[in-house]
């Protein structure tokens, strides 16, 4: 049970943390592109997502992101043409050579642990996060596979093709504040008016598909695990509905809170929260493969590699904190899983479920 409540303070911590992002990422697009406060732009975001997960659910939330998706793999892959016409290889290549060549480095140490942080991030996502468990979940039998390696595939080019645009930076003469303002400036400079309002529709389409999903996730976290499974345990389905209402308008107005004073950069505050997650990939993945592991190893590994992986954060810097995070928490597992193995019964899990086992 105290494993379950470990994760459970890991799993708000890093979605708090990424609906901070998301806010605050809506407030810089709208800022950059339009001149429009930070504030409002923020504010406007997270209204119109609070609304419609309000209003429709996972479905609509689903049904959104497949449209958005579509938004965006066409609206990058347009803009990367368009760089590419404007610029072009050659000179896109001469200029980040005479300026920045250390971006043409494939063994620039702090690429390599940025590259493998950002792995490690993703998995411990993809292992703890309740948007993905939420939509396995709501499959079809024989489904999730397909989904899933389908959409990966699809997805796979769009990193790539974002950090090419951004490239283009040099040769454009652009200076750019933040980081997190390049893509938009990049589009703004080629294309004038009209790749203001493509990349703003784009990165929109990015940000509401995100944040929707994740207010729909966290919401039924808080809803099952902490409502009904600390609180309320004999709640009928019509309270569960209602506080399901009020749990989503307190997450997006403790977002709208926290996104005011605009305290970090994203890629900074987004790399923050990965210390938290990567620290979950092994208890999670020994919990389901082997029964080996035990709830005091998971405890252990848990706690310590977050702890290892904030501490990284500050001395070292955000580019490594789930990478250490991981690793202190694959040793910890590894170890107690030889040292101190557990023979645990997965038939006790339809006997007792855990918010019955206090």
Not at 26 to 38: A, K, M, V
Not at 282 to 310: C, D, E, F, H, K
Request: charged fraction near 10%.
């Amino acid at each position: 049970v105290w494993a379950w409540r470990v994760f459970l303070v890991i799993s708000l911590f890093y979605a708090v943390g990424w609906l901070i992002s998301l806010g605050m990422a809506g407030g810089i697009l709208i800022h950059t592109l339009t001149g429009i406060d930070y504030r409002y732009g923020m504010s406007v975001i997270l209204a119109v997502c609070v609304a419609y997960t309000l209003l429709g659910g996972l479905r609509a939330v689903i049904g959104t992101d497949f449209i958005q998706t579509l938004i965006i793999l066409f609206g990058v892959a347009i803009i990367a043409v368009m760089a590419i016409d404007a610029i072009g290889f050659e000179q896109m290549h001469a200029d980040v050579l005479a300026e920045r060549p250390e971006l043409l480095n494939l063994l620039m140490p702090a690429a390599l642990m940025f590259l493998f942080n950002n792995l490690l991030f993703g998995i411990g996502e993809i292992f703890h996060s309740n948007v993905w468990w939420s939509r396995a979940f709501a499959f079809r039998e024989g489904v999730g596979f397909r989904a899933y390696l389908i959409s990966g595939l699809m997805w796979m080019p769009i990193p790539i093709v974002a950090g090419f645009v951004a490239l283009a930076a040099p040769s454009l003469g652009l200076n750019v504040p933040a980081a997190d303002m390049v893509g938009p400036k990049v589009a703004g400079e080629l294309l004038g008016y009209a790749g203001a309002v493509l990349i703003f529709i784009v990165v929109f389409s990015a940000l509401a598909s995100s944040l929707d999903s994740l207010l729909a996730a966290t919401s039924d976290l808080v809803l099952q695990d902490i409502y009904r499974g600390h609180l309320r345990q004999d709640a009928t389905d019509a309270e569960l509905h209602q506080a399901a209402k009020w749990i989503v308008l307190g997450l997006g107005l403790v977002t709208w809170l926290l996104c005011l004073p605009r305290m970090s950069t994203l890629g900074s505050l987004l790399h923050f929260t990965g210390a938290f997650v990567a620290s979950t990939i092994w208890p999670i993945a020994m919990g389901l493969y082997s029964r080996r592991s035990n709830q005091l190893t998971a405890i252990l590994a848990m706690v310590a590699g977050t702890s290892a992986g904030l501490a990284a954060f500050f001395v070292i810097g955000f580019y490594v904190a789930a990478l250490v995070s991981g690793v202190v928490s694959m040793l910890i597992v590894l170890a107690g899983g030889l040292l101190t193995p557990a023979r645990f019964d997965w038939r006790s899990l339809a006997v007792t479920p855990p918010r019955e086992a206090r």
